[in-house]
């Protein structure tokens, strides 16, 4: 286990520990409650081939005063293909598979290997967004909720039409 703090006089701004398993991997994080930052924490899972399985986050918001609101939980599961390309980001194990949830994404990939969509949901907005590479160096965001927009991205470039 390796822990550091920072301090400011004899005022604590920052005490964090981790841990690391046999292969060098980090496990385990945290960071204890000071005056100033509430306390938080994530733990790490692994598959036989290092890919991040699962992490556990534990923590406290801060509002706009910088006072700490209510706990918080994070449970993700990471699903990866037989190339180890991730497949499944921020998902869910639901009835023993990981899924992608209502905050995960699921991305998809042509036989070279390069991506090709990325399927997200957020219940929060009520949105769904798709995002494609049809043609090689562009991409299309199609927000099927509330607002109903279309972007497009190009080489790094997004323009959005004006309303």
């Known amino acids: 286990?390796?822990?550091?703090?920072?301090?400011?006089?004899?005022?604590?701004?920052?005490?964090?520990?981790?841990?690391?398993?046999?292969?060098?991997?980090?496990?385990?994080?945290?960071?204890?409650?000071?005056?100033?930052?509430?306390?938080?924490?994530?733990?790490?899972?692994?598959?036989?081939?290092?890919?991040?399985?699962?992490?556990v986050a534990t923590f406290r918001t801060l509002d706009q005063y910088g006072a700490p609101g209510p706990a918080g939980t994070q449970d993700y599961w990471y699903r990866y293909d037989a190339m180890n390309r991730v497949v499944t980001a921020k998902g869910i194990l639901s009835g023993g598979?990981?899924?992608?949830?209502?905050?995960?994404?699921?991305?998809?990939?042509?036989?070279?290997?390069q991506r090709t969509q990325t399927v997200t949901q957020f219940t929060g907005w009520a949105t769904t967004s798709v995002v494609r590479a049809p043609v090689l160096g562009t991409a299309y965001v199609i927000d099927a909720g509330l607002t109903g927009n279309k972007a497009s991205l190009g080489r790094g470039r997004r323009s959005t039409p004006k309303p």
């Not at 400011?8 to 385990?28: F, N, P, V």
């Not at 598979?97 to 290997?113: F, H, L, P, T």
């Open 1 to 55: 286990m390796s822990s550091w703090q920072y301090q400011t006089g004899t005022q604590t701004i920052s005490s964090q520990s981790a841990s690391y398993d046999a292969l060098g991997r980090l496990t385990y994080w945290s960071a204890l409650a000071t005056a100033t930052l509430p306390a938080a924490s994530t733990s790490y899972g692994y598959d036989a081939n290092s890919n991040i399985r699962r992490s």
């Open 97 to 113: 598979a990981i899924a992608r949830g209502s905050q995960g994404v699921d991305i998809y990939y042509d036989v070279a290997g």
